[in-house]
């Protein structure tokens, strides 16, 4: 919401606020505590909240901290190797079933619209990050 409303009116220390904010989000610790005196710690969602980090990447152009997006967004690569599996069954399901254990309707809404808002912000930087990543080869394009 508050990407939108930058988009109509012109608010610029808001708009300094929340670029600091969205820097800050997802940052290392150590960024953090230099810049709070310490981590207060308790941020959740770091794949939903790299959207932050490659808003302000697009908007200071700052092609590290968009290559940083990418990581958040893909994490350890959990979300693409996919997580362990558990088989639900008796008295705890009308029918036998697979799910993914730790997957929840928020967490997996936030990452597609992390993945769509990423893409659209940062997305020229994705090849280079899934290479750095190791999710490609080094010849692809």
Do not use: C
């Not at 150590?30 to 969602?45: T, Y």
């Not at 309707?105 to 993945?115: E, H, I, K, R, V």
Request: no cysteine; glycine share 12%.
């Amino acid at each position: 919401m508050s990407s939108e409303l930058l988009t109509l009116i012109d608010a610029p220390l808001y708009r300094k606020a929340w670029l600091q904010y969205a820097r800050y989000y997802n940052a290392p610790s150590a960024e953090v505590a230099q810049l709070l005196g310490k981590d207060p710690g308790g941020r959740s969602l770091t794949e939903g909240h790299s959207r932050l980090t490659a808003y302000t990447a697009l908007h200071e152009h700052d092609r590290e901290l968009a290559l940083r997006a990418w990581r958040e967004f893909l994490g350890n690569g959990a979300a693409l190797r996919g997580d362990p599996v558990r088989r639900v069954g008796g008295v705890d399901t009308l029918r036998p079933l697979v799910e993914v254990a730790g997957a929840g309707t928020n967490g997996a809404a936030q990452w597609g619209l992390a993945g769509i808002q990423n893409l659209a912000l940062i997305g020229d930087t994705l090849g280079d990050a899934a290479r750095a990543a190791g999710l490609v080869s080094r010849r692809t394009p």
